[in-house]
């Protein structure tokens, strides 16, 4: 079985700071890995992914995230975040031939101010 | 290329009501999935279809249902509505459906049922 698993519910940083959303998964097979971001009333959006080669994947608004096969985590990370990204962002990861993305439960990054 | 479309947007049923939700891929792709979103349970996979054919289906009962059309759009289906059925479905597409494709996500129909 394949899961994944988004260890904050809630994250809430002040505009500039930097973050990190964490995210481990378990699973049998090799795994592509995924983050998806979702705006209020709206569907998910690809943030960025990993498929295979260098470990650290960059998306084009200066968020980044590293496979780390050790410790079975997909962290993702941005070293300054701005009031508009402010969203719920999940992890998610798909392998097996099941034709199935599988989310973590999702982590509300809000940016105060 | 358009995007992910779903209709309705929004639909309000009752207990014991069936309704069926709809879903057009982006052109070319041949895949589609659809996901339940609930604050409860997050993001579950319902099923996925390739070429008109279900090629995977989520832990959910019979009362959920989809099919797939030969120009790709899909349609989900749920009879005899639950109040637990009220969630936001998702439906994505992709051009293979395997592990490595980007899956697109349309917007989403909110359901409620009362």
């Known amino acids: 079985a394949q899961s994944v698993t988004q260890l904050d519910s809630q994250v809430p940083v002040f505009e500039e700071a930097p973050v990190e959303l964490r995210c481990n998964y378990s699973s049998s097979v090799s795994v592509y890995l995924f983050w998806y971001v979702q705006y209020p009333n709206q569907g998910l959006q690809l943030l960025l992914k990993y498929l295979s080669g260098s470990t650290l994947v960059e998306s084009i608004n200066g968020f980044e995230a590293e496979f780390n096969k050790s410790q079975t985590s997909f962290h993702l990370r941005k070293p300054s975040v701005h009031i508009s990204d402010t969203a719920e962002y999940f992890c998610?990861?798909?392998?097996?031939?099941?034709?199935?993305?599988?989310f973590g439960k999702g982590t509300l990054l809000t940016v105060n101010p | 290329k358009a995007g992910v479309t779903q209709t309705p947007r929004y639909l309000i049923k009752t207990r014991g009501q069936q309704v069926t939700l709809s879903c057009s891929p982006i052109?070319?792709?041949?895949?589609v999935s659809w996901y339940q979103q609930t604050p409860g349970q997050g993001l579950q996979f319902l099923f996925e279809?390739?070429?008109?054919?279900?090629?995977n289906k989520g832990n959910f009962p019979g009362r959920f249902s989809g099919r797939q059309f030969s120009n790709s759009r899909s349609e989900m289906n749920v009879s005899t509505l639950e109040l637990g059925d009220s969630a936001l479905y998702l439906c994505?597409?992709?051009?293979?459906?395997?592990?490595?494709?980007?899956?697109?996500f349309g917007p989403g129909t909110r359901l409620t049922v009362l």
């Open positions: 052109s070319g792709h041949r895949s």
């Open positions: 279809y390739f070429s008109e054919t279900q090629r």
């Open positions: 998610a990861l798909s392998g097996g031939s099941n034709y199935k993305l599988t």
């Open positions: 994505a597409s992709s051009l293979q459906g395997d592990g490595i494709d980007t899956q697109y």
